[in-house]
T-cell receptor, first 113, second 111 residues
């Protein structure tokens, strides 16, 4: 079973920030938080990951709470092309299970004009 | 660097047949993982191969099998196809504990 909980769906206005929450209350010390998105049956696309510090790259920002029990993916200026299913995954490092990603149902983000 | 490639992209088979799907990982990536995606069950892990050995296995019947070659390319095979095997099959590769990158998938339709 997935170790994360996400809202089923969210809407966002084009040009506004999209904030996608994720709960992972049972996360272990060696588990990172990863975000992927999947646009209409294409292969999932990697977005960003982090352990405990906030992270930012050209696609998004990741905010992880101090207790690491939840996180938020931020798309700063959402466009129509950001409409996709977003998956939050916890993934162990330093483990033989690092190649096994457990996906939940994800959040369907609809960006509207 | 070229991304993960999968062939074929689309496939139609009939019940009882078998099918082989191929995956070429990103150059230098030695781990290849396979996933099945269906509308009902979502994205589910099938198995992972590393250095030609199966390192992890998901909860799928023995009809689903795979292998990895010395150049890290991988194949998965499904024997005695059932209607419920219709799905998008995704392959992903990674180097060590680095990020796992996905291919475009093979869409299999079983009639």
């Amino acid at each position: 079973d997935a170790k994360t909980t996400q809202p089923t769906s969210m809407d966002c206005a084009e040009g506004r920030a999209a904030n996608l929450p994720c709960n992972h209350s049972t996360i272990s010390g060696n588990e990172y938080v990863y975000w992927y998105r999947q646009i209409h049956s294409q292969g999932p696309q990697y977005i960003i990951h982090g352990l405990k510090n906030n992270e930012t790259n050209e696609m998004a920002s990741l905010i992880i709470t101090e207790d690491r029990k939840s996180s938020t993916l931020i798309l700063p200026h959402a466009t129509l092309r950001d409409t996709a299913v977003y998956y939050c995954i916890v993934r162990p490092h330093g483990s033989s299970n690092t190649g096994k990603l457990i996906f939940g149902q994800g959040t369907t983000l609809q960006v509207k004009p | 660097k070229a991304g993960v490639t999968q062939t074929p992209r689309y496939l139609i088979k009939t019940r009882g047949q078998q099918v082989t799907l191929s995956c070429s990982p990103i150059s230098g990536h030695r781990s290849v993982s396979w996933y099945q995606q269906t509308p009902g069950q979502g994205l589910q892990f099938l198995f992972e191969y590393f250095s030609e050995t199966q390192r992890n296995k998901g909860n799928f019947p023995g009809r689903f099998s795979g292998r990895q070659f010395s150049n890290s390319r991988s194949e998965m095979n499904v024997s005695t196809l059932e209607l419920g095997d219709s799905a998008l099959y995704l392959c992903a590769s990674q180097a060590g504990e680095e990020t796992q990158y996905f291919g475009p998938g093979t869409r299999l339709l079983v009639l």
